[in-house]
């Protein structure tokens, strides 16, 4: 049956995310994210070779966020909400599904520099899972995931 087979990595992504956000708070005052181009644990490298600078401004410490505080927030959010938006579309909810892939683009752009690519990929895997729910139970996501929750981990503390 379908709902079994979506339910295991539905159940998986959302602990995931449940853990990416609670090694997430705010930083303290006066500290900046630090950049996240590092490598994973096969040291390959996180970083996109096909990362450019954006144009709209938000190459500062926190890309169009106010604060630390504020990108944290919003790109925890963020992701985490991705990695549900399949429920939402199996759950019929499309004013829902439509509002969320529309922050979820906007979040896209607004993410520091050193995310962009990877938050774009999270975001270009989660509204594919929408059609296409092998983009879970291959690991997709979770791949996809992967970076922006190393990212969190580094920068929001």
């Excluded at 090694?23 to 303290?28: F, H, I, T």
């Amino acid at each position: 049956m379908t709902s079994k087979n979506i339910a295991r990595p539905l159940a998986a992504t959302a602990l995931l995310a449940a853990l990416a956000l609670t090694g997430c708070s705010a930083p303290q005052a006066g500290s900046a994210p630090s950049s996240a181009a590092g490598t994973s644990a096969g040291g390959e490298s996180t970083a996109s070779a096909s990362a450019t600078p954006s144009p709209s401004g938000t190459s500062g410490p926190f890309g169009g966020f106010t604060s630390a505080a504020e990108a944290c927030s919003k790109i925890s959010e963020q992701a985490t909400g991705a990695t549900l938006l399949p429920l939402s579309a199996a759950q019929g909810k499309t004013a829902e599904l439509e509002q969320f892939k529309t922050e979820l683009a906007e979040t896209a752009e607004r993410v520091p520099d050193s995310l962009k690519a990877d938050f774009a990929n999270l975001k270009e895997v989660a509204v594919a899972g929408v059609t296409d729910q092998t983009v879970f139970s291959s690991g997709k996501l979770q791949a996809a995931m992967a970076p922006v929750t190393t990212w969190i981990a580094t920068n929001c503390k």
